[in-house]
């Protein structure tokens, strides 16, 4: 399941002191249907969401923004970042199975634990983007005293910059770890699952 994520920053100085790191998450879905696994592959692939950077179609994406606020406190001699709150909004888009009727179990079971591994990766995409949300307002806030108010902005921003590359490498390494090792886990899954619905902690699918 690699792909890129798709993470754009915007910025807005306020004059008051802004809110704490916060995130904002919505939903979407997609559409699946068919009744085989290779019917469920193909419609994976022809209606997942397109990631632009890649022209390629994904069983699930995390689509993300960073709004970062900041006032600044000027004296006679300095500058300072008096406050700083960032904000990720993602948007997760997961697939939703339209299930035929009479579906082979079999396609049952493996559709449930690939649709759970997608939206644990997807929100996993989430954790790291928040995580990186926390880092940047806490650099912002410790940021040193700057002469001027231009030069405190401009250290925001090299901050920021340096914040949001660190958060695109880390998406990416967990994609490319993820990908490595995506039928290994999705087979350990299944025996796991297919254990608990022998053993009676599961519903039959």
Same mark, same amino acid.
């Given at each position: 399941?690699?792909?890129?994520?798709?993470?754009?920053?915007?910025?807005?100085?306020?004059?008051?002191?802004?809110?704490?790191?916060?995130?904002?998450?919505?939903?979407?879905?997609?559409?699946?249907?068919?009744?085989?696994?290779?019917?469920?592959?193909?419609?994976?692939?022809?209606?997942?969401?397109?990631?632009?950077?890649?022209?390629?179609?994904?069983?699930?994406?995390?689509?993300?923004?960073?709004?970062?606020?900041?006032?600044?406190?000027?004296?006679?001699?300095?500058?300072?970042?008096?406050?700083?709150?960032?904000?990720?909004?993602?948007?997760?888009?997961?697939?939703?199975?339209?299930?035929?009727?009479?579906?082979?179990?079999?396609?049952?079971?493996?559709?449930?634990?690939?649709?759970?591994?997608?939206?644990?990766?997807?929100?996993?995409?989430?954790?790291? @983007?928040?995580?990186? $949300? #926390?880092?940047?307002? +806490?650099? %912002?806030?410790?940021?040193? !005293?700057?002469?001027?108010?231009?030069?405190?902005?401009?250290?925001?921003?090299?901050?920021? @910059?340096?914040?949001? $590359? #660190?958060?695109?490498? +880390?998406? %990416?390494?967990?994609?490319? !770890?993820?990908?490595?090792?995506?039928?290994?886990?999705?087979?350990?899954?299944?025996?796991?699952?297919?254990?608990?619905?022998?053993?009676?902690?599961?519903?039959?699918?």
């Amino acid at each position: 399941m690699k792909r890129s994520v798709l993470c754009a920053l915007m910025l807005a100085f306020a004059a008051t002191p802004a809110a704490t790191a916060n995130l904002v998450k919505t939903y979407s879905y997609f559409s699946v249907g068919g009744r085989t696994l290779e019917d469920i592959r193909n419609q994976l692939s022809r209606n997942g969401p397109e990631v632009k950077s890649t022209g390629s179609r994904h069983p699930g994406a995390t689509q993300m923004a960073f709004t970062t606020r900041i006032s600044y406190a000027q004296s006679a001699e300095s500058c300072r970042i008096a406050d700083a709150a960032v904000t990720v909004k993602v948007k997760v888009i997961l697939p939703e199975w339209r299930r035929p009727p009479k579906v082979d179990p079999d396609v049952r079971l493996f559709w449930d634990t690939l649709s759970a591994d997608i939206k644990r990766h997807e929100e996993r995409h989430v954790e790291i @983007a928040k995580n990186h $949300a #926390r880092l940047l307002e +806490d650099a %912002l806030k410790s940021a040193p !005293v700057q002469k001027t108010c231009e030069q405190a902005k401009a250290k925001a921003a090299s901050i920021q @910059a340096a914040e949001l $590359a #660190r958060h695109d490498q +880390d998406q %990416l390494r967990f994609d490319r !770890v993820e990908s490595v090792n995506f039928e290994s886990r999705i087979l350990r899954l299944l025996r796991y699952r297919m254990g608990r619905v022998e053993a009676g902690q599961l519903p039959p699918p």
